[in-house]
């Protein structure tokens, strides 16, 4: 399974979501990553603590994550409890397909990232509702029968309005005592993010934000993970990706993405996606034909 689940860490999905129930009774600690696709975590048991851009979640059982695409994110989970949790995997064209224009189903992905805060805690009484579509959804996910794939989606969506109604109903869905961050981190963060075109520095920011450079670098390091250095050029990767699929041409995003020169791009890629943009371009794009001809009315 962790191999299976190692070979979408930096992926494309091609499904339109994958279900997994998964259980563990082990001191484990993932490196820190990030996805071209949505991704749903609920927690059924254990000790664990999720990091998600800057912010340390402690999780509760039927916690809800919501982690969008490109979020950099790892769990760190503890031995002295079985960690047991389901983890959906969500492509976000697969939603679009569904949206209306009164109803958009990523709405749960968007309200997280605009209140910078990732996770829903349920009250008793929508819970029931929610293990109820959880333990049908399981079932249709194992079966072959007849009509089980229009059945799965199917089931898959109602979660997804079920969910969507319970964070639009509830003005403190955010459960802020259960969560540690660093504010002068998270501004840091938000500065990049909202910059991530530009040519920026550890010098630079640390100027931005009036902090002392090493401070900073050892700040920043312990409360994300990452060196300043590292998350830059993995958001940018990440932003070049997706202007890669959208046929933005390679030497246009080099550029857009704030890279100094090609080569190191190309070099900051390849380490990224284990292929060259190119390569990696036309990899997406015979995934993205097989997805479309799979999905023809």
């Known amino acids: 399974m962790e191999k299976e689940l190692s070979g979408y860490k930096r992926g494309y999905l091609k499904e339109d979501f994958i279900y997994f129930h998964l259980k563990d009774k082990k001191s484990m600690e993932f490196e820190l990553h990030y996805h071209d696709f949505n991704k ?5 048991s254990g000790k664990v603590t999720y990091l998600v851009e800057g912010k340390s ?13 490109n979020q950099v994110h790892k769990a760190i989970i503890a031995s002295e409890e079985v960690y047991e949790r389901i983890i959906i995997w969500v492509n976000p064209q697969f939603i679009e397909k569904h949206n209306r224009s009164d109803c958009n189903l990523l ?27 959880l ?21 898959f969506l109602q979660l997804l309005v079920h969910l969507n109604r319970l964070m639009l109903r509830s ?19 938000s500065y990049i993010n909202e910059n991530i075109r530009e040519n920026m520095s550890v010098d630079s920011i640390a100027d931005k934000f009036y902090i002392n450079r090493h401070y900073l670098m050892h700040k920043f390091k312990k409360e994300t993970g990452y ?12 932003l070049a990706s997706s202007l890669i699929i959208q046929g933005v041409s390679i030497m246009e995003v080099c550029e857009t993405c704030g890279f100094n020169d090609y080569s190191s ?6 380490k990224q996606y284990g292929l060259p943009p190119k390569k990696h371009f036309s990899l997406l794009k015979s995934l993205e034909e097989e997805y479309k001809s799979r999905h023809i009315i």
């Open 171 to 189: 003005s403190d869905w955010v459960i802020k005592d259960q969560i540690y961050y660093d504010k002068n981190i998270e501004d840091i963060l």
């Open 135 to 155: 333990n049908q959804l399981e079932v249709a996910c194992k079966s072959n029968e007849f009509g089980s794939q229009i059945l799965k989606n199917s089931l």
């Open 265 to 270: 791009f190309v070099r900051a890629y390849k």
């Open 40 to 44: 749903i975590i609920i927690t059924l």
């Open 227 to 238: 060196t300043i250095h590292n998350y830059i050029v993995q958001k940018k990767i990440a």
């Open 107 to 133: 709405t749960c992905f968007e309200l997280t990232l605009l209140q910078k805060f990732n996770m829903l805690r349920l009250t008793k009484e929508p819970l029931n509702q929610l293990k109820h579509t």
């Open 57 to 69: 979640y402690n999780l509760k059982p039927w916690d809800i994550l919501f982690v969008s695409s």
